[in-house]
Nanobody, 128 residues
Framework: QVQLVESGGGLVQAGGSLRLSCAAS????????MGWFRQAPGKEREFVAA???????YYTDSVKGRFTISRDNAKSTVYLQMNSLKTGDTAVYYC??????????????????????WGQGTQVTVSS
């Protein structure tokens, strides 16, 4: 069982930056593919960014060039650096961890079904 705890959300003006962190429990963090998803009010949860166990990175088109995902296996933590924030980035951001790719060699990074564990979410609000 893996527990995920997000932090770093808050209120920021458009054009500003935030860094989200997701700390994971357990000793096998390095084997997990890690993803960030978000859910805006009245909308379905959507993929934002992911990083594989081998540190390959993936982004949805709307955040490319603005967001950067990274991981620190020694700290069992994944980060999402968010720059040039827009009002459309306002959402609850969720961290997720999945082990399937470690065994299968195939990482369906933008599918919620790829991930076995989810955090409780952290609110990001971008004001105009």
């Amino acid at each position: 069982q893996v527990q995920l705890v997000e932090s770093g959300g808050g209120l920021v003006q458009a054009g500003g930056s935030l860094r989200l962190s997701c700390a994971a429990s357990g000793r096998t963090f390095y084997t997990y593919g890690m993803g960030w998803f978000r859910q805006a009010p009245g909308k379905e949860r959507e993929f934002v960014a992911a990083i594989s166990w081998s540190s390959g990175t993936y982004y949805t088109d709307s955040v490319k060039g603005r967001f950067t995902i990274s991981r620190d296996n020694a700290k069992s933590t994944v980060y999402l650096q968010m720059n040039s924030l827009k009002t459309g980035d306002t959402a609850v951001y969720y961290c997720a961890a999945g082990l399937k790719a470690w065994y299968s060699g195939s990482y369906d990074y933008n599918s919620q079904q790829e991930y076995d564990y989810w955090g409780q979410g952290t609110q990001v609000t971008v004001s105009s």
